[in-house]
C-alpha cells in the first residue's frame, strides 16, 4: 500500500544545533502532518500543513520549530535550535484532501536523541 | 480537552486466543474512532476506523465496539496468532477537526506459539 517514508531513522545531536526531519508522503497527498511521542508517553499532534501553509499547531510546537515542503520534495520538520525535552520519536503522515473520515498513513518515525 | 486512555498497556496471550484492548475518552461529541497497529521498525498501519453512529465492526478477524454510554470503544482480536504481536493504538479525533488525532498509550501485544 502506499507509503510514507522518514528520514533518518535515529538523528542524534548535540542540544542547540539544527536539526532536519525528512519526511517522503505519499505522492498524491495534500495534507501533512508531524506527531511527537516521548518515551512512555502518548503520541501527540504537533502540526498540520496544507498547500504551503501551517493550518493548525499545538502548544507542544513551539517558535523553535517550523515546516516546509519547498515545491513538493521533502516535508520537513527543523528544530532549531534544539533541546533536551525535543528527544523523542517523530512520526510524519499524510492524507488526501476528503471532507470527512481522512486517512493519514504514517511513516516509522524518526528518534531524535538531543545529548 | 479530550482525554484518552488505554488499557491494558501490555497483554500476553497464547496463539487462538482472543486478545481484547479497551480505550475510553472524555468528550461524548468526539465523531471519529480509530484503531492502528505498529509493528517494530515500521509505521502505524491502519486497522479500522469507525464512524460515532456505528456500534460495532468487524473485518478480517477484527471487531471493534463503540459504547457512545459509557465512552469505550474496544478491539478485539479474535483467534490470535503470533504475526499480531505488535504494539495497538486507539485514537480519536474531535468533532469538527478529524485531521488531528488523540492517541492512547499503546498496548504491546505479544501472541505467544
Known amino acids: 500500500g502506499p507509503k510514507v517514508l522518514q528520514i533518518p531513522s535515529h538523528q542524534i545531536i548535540d542540544m542547540g544545533q539544527m536539526v532536519t526531519l525528512n519526511c517522503d508522503p505519499v505522492?498524491?497527498?495534500?495534507?501533512f502532518y508531524w506527531y511527537k511521542q516521548i518515551l512512555g508517553q502518548q503520541m501527540e499532534f504537533l502540526v498540520n500543513?496544507?498547500?504551503?501553509?501551517?493550518?493548525?499547531k499545538s502548544k507542544l510546537f513551539k517558535d523553535q520549530f517550523s515546516v516546509e515542503r519547498p515545491d513538493g520534495s521533502y516535508f520537513t520538520l527543523k528544530i532549531q535550535p534544539t533541546a533536551l525535552e525535543d528527544s523523542a520519536v517523530y512520526f510524519c503522515?499524510?492524507?488526501?484532501?476528503?471532507?470527512?473520515?481522512?486517512?493519514?498513513?504514517f511513516g516509522h518515525g524518526t528518534k531524535l536523541s538531543v545529548l | 480537552g479530550e482525554q484518552v486512555e488505554q488499557r491494558p498497556p501490555h497483554l500476553s496471550v497464547p496463539e487462538g486466543d482472543s486478545a481484547v484492548i479497551i480505550c475510553t475518552y472524555t468528550d461524548s461529541a468526539t465523531a471519529y474512532f480509530y484503531w492502528y497497529k505498529q509493528e517494530p521498525g515500521a509505521g502505524l498501519q491502519l486497522l479500522m476506523s469507525v464512524f460515532s453512529n456505528v456500534d460495532r465492526k468487524e473485518e478480517q478477524g477484527l471487531t471493534v465496539l463503540l459504547n457512545k454510554k459509557d465512552k469505550q470503544l474496544s478491539l478485539n482480536l479474535t483467534a490470535a496468532h503470533p504475526g499480531d504481536s505488535a504494539v495497538y493504538f486507539c485514537?480519536?479525533?474531535?468533532?469538527?477537526?478529524?485531521?488531528?488525532?488523540?492517541f492512547g498509550l499503546g498496548t504491546t501485544l505479544q501472541v505467544q506459539p
Open positions: 503522515a499524510s492524507s488526501v484532501e476528503r471532507a470527512n473520515n481522512e486517512r493519514l498513513f
Open positions: 505522492s498524491n497527498h495534500l495534507y
Open positions: 500543513f496544507y498547500n504551503g501553509k501551517v493550518m493548525e
Open positions: 485514537a480519536v479525533s474531535e468533532a469538527g477537526n478529524t485531521r488531528k488525532l488523540i
